[in-house]
């Protein structure tokens, strides 16, 4: 299951950036295309983070949806497969999103 591996990376990046601090939440965009499982990474994330600054953090998953550029008639839209053909029939798609895996943000709690 890598998205125990996923969670652990994505704690230790919010511990580094916290500094001490407590981490109130983390949100991650994961891409369509990724191979991450969001529920999966949910109930990694909340085990891998007990006993560290981020137990008790809200784990802010936001979805990337496909979306690809046909690179014969340079089409733009947007995808739910990566089989996906463009609507002038061509197989050649550049992918624009839906593969992404980022920290997009760690939210701190206020100092006391």
Same mark, same amino acid.
């Given at each position: ?39 999966? +990474?949910?109930? @990694?994330?909340?085990? =891998?983070?007990?006993?560290?600054? *981020?137990? &008790?953090? /809200? $784990?802010?998953?936001?979805? !990337? ?17 990566? +089989?996906?053909? @463009?609507?002038?029939? =061509?197989?050649?798609?550049?992918? *624009?999103? &839906?593969? /992404? $895996?980022?920290?997009?943000? !760690? ?6």
């Amino acid at each position: 299951m890598h998205e125990l591996a996923i969670a652990q990376a994505a704690i230790e990046l919010a511990e580094q950036a916290a500094r001490g601090r407590r981490v109130r939440r983390v949100t991650i965009e994961v891409g369509e295309f990724s191979g991450v499982l969001p529920e999966a +990474l949910s109930f @990694c994330f909340d085990l =891998a983070a007990q006993g560290t600054l *981020l137990d &008790g953090a /809200e $784990l802010d998953l936001r979805k !990337i949806s496909g979306l690809a550029r046909c690179e014969s008639c340079a089409a733009e839209f947007d995808v739910s497969s990566e +089989l996906a053909t @463009c609507a002038c029939g =061509a197989t050649c798609l550049v992918y *624009l999103h &839906g593969r /992404e $895996l980022n920290v997009k943000s !760690i939210e701190l709690f206020e100092c006391d």
